[in-house]
């Protein structure tokens, strides 16, 4: 079966924060409306909370211990001698490939590029607080994407978008930067000190931001600051994928179209301590992500919603389950997630992973267990805080 696909990966969204999964302000109108015409999966979960590993995850179907990136962000590569994508399938058979990411970390030296005849990691600027740290803002993303779109029509595509908008530092252009204001989280301020990266109890360094609104630091230490430019963002964030829907639509693309969102992890907002800030533990606020899928017109069910636990390691067997192809060979991690609609007991009965270099998760029905990893089987990551990961835990997530 021939259709296109795209794929879209928004950078630090926590599932949490989204109207379609119950949050209150209006964050993401059309998200919203994508998951009306769509099937969401109220309970998905990402295998890392970093963005290398888990992006990793996602185009390999395997969990974070299995592919050749495993835990590490900083120095992770994907060898290509070990591993098979979804886009080298997708290109072998046919299918125009190609990808549009939007922060360095992803950029074609980690081997993601993988499958992918035009890979476009082209950044274009510094973060606020890390100069070092290149990043491209989502309208120059989309402006790549459709540019490449409107000449590659002719046949199946798979296009993955990457958008890094809504990470930290938590900066939008009017008027998305006032959308919410700190008062609507709080009468009075919850003043908190700067911390270092990795520590809990402060705002992280690299967030700080003054209140550009005016351009005095009246809200700088301010947690109810920062949570009104978190969801900033992702209104932000959810207007450039607005646009992008809209010209996939006059563009006469959108009917026959796989579309697929979902994140590579979230973001902690004050959770045991951690403020602004991700990677440090397999929480439910770390790890937790949207996942939306639209399926191409007469192929699937709209306006659904599952409440089995799944995975970002579904995505590569959903796709080539629809398909048709025989990836029986791949030892792929993941379930294709036709199964959690047709048969949502036996989907139910597996247990969902997630894991860093000091902590591992596993995810069985309504609970969460954690644990720590010791030096012996893996060496902390450069931000181990151990006083997160210690001991053993038990969540129950509803």
């Known amino acids: ?21 119950g949050y209150q302000r209006e964050t993401s109108p059309h998200l919203d409306a994508l998951a009306r015409e769509a099937i969401l999966f109220r309970r998905a979960y990402s295998p890392c909370s970093y963005t290398l590993p888990a992006h990793a995850s996602i185009m390999t179907g395997k969990y974070v ?15 290509p001698d070990r591993e098979v994508t979804l886009a080298e399938i997708l290109l072998s058979l046919g299918w125009s490939t190609a990808a ?82 700190p008062e609507d989280y709080g009468k ?8 270092n990266e990795g520590e809990t109890g ?9 209140d550009d609104s005016d351009g005095v630091v009246k809200h700088q230490h301010d947690v109810r600051f920062y949570l009104a430019r978190y969801d900033c963002g992702i209104r932000y964030q959810d207007h450039i994928v607005g646009d992008l829907f809209r010209t996939l639509k006059e563009m006469d693309l959108w009917d026959e179209l796989m579309v ?42 709209a306006g659904v919603q599952v409440d089995v636990p799944v995975s970002t390691v579904d995505i590569m067997p959903t796709v080539l389950e629809l398909m048709g ?34 902590q591992g998760a596993i995810i069985c029905g309504k609970e969460l267990h954690l644990w720590p990893r010791t030096p012996s089987i893996s060496s902390p990551g450069p931000l181990h805080n151990p006083l997160l990961v210690s001991e053993e835990v038990k969540i129950y997530l509803f």
């Open 1 to 21: 079966m021939f259709f296109s696909i795209l794929l879209i990966t928004i950078d630090t969204l926590r599932a949490s924060h989204l109207g379609c999964y």
């Open 65 to 79: 211990l299995h592919h050749s990136v495993g835990y590490r962000q900083g120095d992770g590569k994907m060898d």
């Open 100 to 181: 549009f990411v939007s922060c360095a970390v992803l950029d074609a030296s980690r081997g993601l590029s993988q499958g992918f005849v035009l890979y476009d990691d082209e950044m274009t600027r510094g973060e606020e607080n890390r100069p070092h740290e290149l990043v491209r803002d989502g309208p120059l993303t989309t402006a790549r994407a459709l540019a490449w779109l409107k000449d590659n029509t002719g046949k199946p595509f798979f296009v993955w978008i990457h958008y890094f908008d809504v990470h930290g530092p938590y900066i939008q252009p009017a008027p998305f930067n006032t959308f919410f204001k």
């Open 188 to 195: 009075s301020p919850l003043l908190l000190p700067v911390v």
């Open 202 to 210: 402060g705002i992280p360094r690299y967030q700080l931001l003054a």
């Open 260 to 301: 697929i969102v979902t994140a590579d992890h979230g973001e902690a907002l004050g959770e045991n301590g951690v403020y602004f800030y991700h990677g440090l533990t397999l929480t439910p606020d770390q790890i937790q992500v949207p996942l939306i899928v639209k399926m191409p017109r007469s192929t699937g069910p």
């Open 325 to 358: 192809f025989d990836y029986s060979r791949l030892a792929l991690d993941g379930l294709p997630l036709q199964y959690a609609l047709s048969t949502p007991d036996f989907v139910a009965q597996r247990a969902v992973h997630s894991d860093l270099s000091c």
